[in-house]
């Protein structure tokens, strides 16, 4: 069966100070990968996603990038984080039969 | 463009049925889904529709009309527990990508 892992599942970081969150996923090969954010009460906004090692697409401009450098692993980075950066950050891989699963998510505050 | 539209907040009585709607305006559409979120928590697929129609999951059912970009999720003999959120998210083929609605955010009152 497949899992995907997120790390750290919480975060508190001041502002101006460098990001990296990780997510990797087991049990599948391939497999399209998403970067969201979810304000808190608010809908999910789609970061970046990728399709394999190397390809990445963004979809909202900020300061935020992503990277996929192994095929079951898909990290989001900033080198200097805002206040509105803070946010419950959630990874997700994709069946081929599209439906989306989610890991545990990475709660950050930026102070 | 993109655009899920669904009611920001619902209450319903423990026992009852409710439906939670979801109006959406999406190019290269694919599928309809929704998730539960419990609070603090990763949300979870719970259905996906493709196809016009309703397709049932125990307490759960999700039904689908393409032609009027309508869905609704309709909970059924409701319990304590189903005090969630439920996000409505429809597939974009083209873009390989969900868009979600803001969340319908569910209480289960005794």
């Known amino acids: 069966s497949q899992t995907i892992h997120q790390w750290p599942a919480t975060l508190v970081q001041p502002v101006g100070s460098p990001l990296s969150l990780e997510c990797t996923v087991e049990g599948t090969s391939n497999p399209n990968l998403y970067w969201y954010r979810q304000a808190a009460g608010r809908g999910l906004q789609l970061l970046f996603y990728?399709?394999?090692?190397?390809?990445i697409s963004s979809e909202v401009p900020q300061n935020l990038s992503a990277s996929r450098p192994q095929d079951r692993q898909f990290i989001l980075s900033s080198k200097k984080l805002l206040l509105s950066d803070s946010g419950f950050y959630l990874c997700a891989w994709q069946r081929i039969s599209y439906e989306q699963y989610f890991g545990p998510g990475t709660r950050l505050t930026v102070t | 463009g993109q655009n899920i539209d669904q009611p920001t907040e619902m209450t319903a009585t423990e026992g009852a049925i409710v439906q939670i709607n979801c109006t959406y305006q999406?190019?290269?559409?694919?599928?309809l889904f929704w998730y539960q979120q419990h609070a603090g928590e990763a949300p979870t697929f719970l259905s996906y529709?493709?196809?016009?129609g309703l397709e049932e999951k125990g307490r759960f059912s999700s039904f689908l009309s393409r032609s009027k970009g309508y869905s609704y999720l309709l909970l059924k003999e409701l319990q304590m527990k189903d005090s969630a959120s439920y996000l409505c998210a429809a597939y974009n083929n083209a873009g390989n990508m969900l868009t979600f609605g803001g969340g319908t955010r569910l209480m289960v009152k005794p």
């Open positions: 999406t190019s290269g559409f694919n599928g």
């Open positions: 529709n493709v196809l016009d």
């Open positions: 990728s399709v394999g090692i190397g390809q």
